[in-house]
């Protein structure tokens, strides 16, 4: 005879509501930006089988007037009681992995920025979540269960200031070796990646497979939140030289090679995080050589390894582009 078991798992949270009222600096004409926001966590998660949980995850909504600051970002970690075990008694613990549903990746830190809360001033934004429960068939029945607490701070959009490496890159067959993407990454304004194409026609015109790109690594998984871009430094002389286009790509590989291989650049497993029109949206690269910034939407996973295409220039007739510098937010 099968002996029945019982299994209520329950993982608690904390609901939480956080106002924060920090004093922001604002132009005279400026409605003031505030950093208030709600902050909803689900009360209870009930654990149903093993593998997959669901829930409906974590909500932030701006509640200031003015909009959410958009240098800032809204944080909130996750800590378990347990070490991320549902316990019965000292000798019978269950694990579980939290996980972001839209992509499944492990995390225990969610981040919004000011353009997600600020397009979602009725709703908020939801970050849909879940739990991955280890086999528990062989556990005796009762009741599981973990403590969960949610810690939410406003924070800077931090710069990310750790090493980028360049893995590998595709550029035009007449470049000058002092002109490498590296050089995108030196905190020099008076260095650039710049690279030239022999009779290659129109940069709008080329096949995808024809675009430069340079692949980069950082020291670990991290969200982008947004990043700079710094002109050539005879930018006012050579506008046609910026770029007019460009997408950005997270990927997770298993190693730098599998990144950075030729045969990767076009793989199905980077993530298109941003297509950027410049021109057509704000903020636009202009004639002065300084950061421009630019925020990332409504991107919650971290990766370490990111892909930049360059899609089109300004003068897409011109045969050279160029970029002095690119900095990460995170
Ligand atoms: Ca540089």
């Given amino acids: 005879m099968m002996r029945k078991r019982l299994f209520a798992i329950a993982l608690t949270g904390i609901l939480a509501i956080c106002t924060l009222g920090q004093g922001f600096n604002a132009k005279a004409s400026e409605i003031p930006s505030t950093t208030d926001y709600t902050l909803t966590i689900p009360a209870r998660l009930d654990v149903t089988q093993i593998g997959w949980n669901e ?51 492990n995390t225990t830190m969610w981040k919004f920025n000011a353009v997600e809360l600020n397009d979602n001033t009725e709703n908020g934004v939801n970050r849909p979540m879940g739990i991955v429960v280890d086999d528990y068939r062989k556990k005796p029945a009762g009741s599981y269960s973990d403590i969960v607490t949610f810690t939410a701070s406003v924070t800077d959009k931090i710069l990310y200031d750790g090493n980028i490496t360049v893995l590998n890159y595709r550029e035009g067959d007449n470049t000058d070796s002092s002109e490498r993407p590296d050089k995108l990454f030196d905190g020099n304004f008076n260095t650039k990646w710049c690279t030239k194409t022999n009779n290659g026609g129109s940069y709008e015109a080329r096949t995808g497979s024809k675009k430069d790109l340079v692949v980069i690594k950082v020291e670990e998984e991290m969200i982008l939140t947004g990043y700079s871009l710094v002109p050539g430094s005879d930018t006012s002389k050579y506008p046609g030289r910026n770029w007019s286009k460009w997408s950005i790509y997270g990927g997770n590989f298993e190693n730098d090679s599998s990144a950075g291989s030729m045969y990767n650049f076009e793989n199905d497993r980077w993530v298109l995080i941003q297509t950027y029109t410049d021109n057509s949206e704000s903020p636009s690269l202009g004639t002065d050589q300084q950061y421009y910034d630019f925020l990332i939407l409504n991107n919650s996973t971290p990766y370490i390894y990111y892909k930049i295409v360059v899609e089109n220039l300004r003068d897409n007739t011109d045969n050279l582009h160029q970029m002095a510098e690119i900095r990460l937010f995170k």
């Fill in 55 to 105: 829930s409906s995850g974590i909500t932030v909504k701006s509640t200031g007037t003015g909009g959410f600051p958009e240098e800032m970002k809204i944080n909130v970690i996750a800590e378990s009681a347990n070490g991320w075990t549902l316990n019965l008694d000292e000798n019978n613990k269950i694990g579980y992995t939290m996980k972001n549903a839209a992509d499944g990746i």
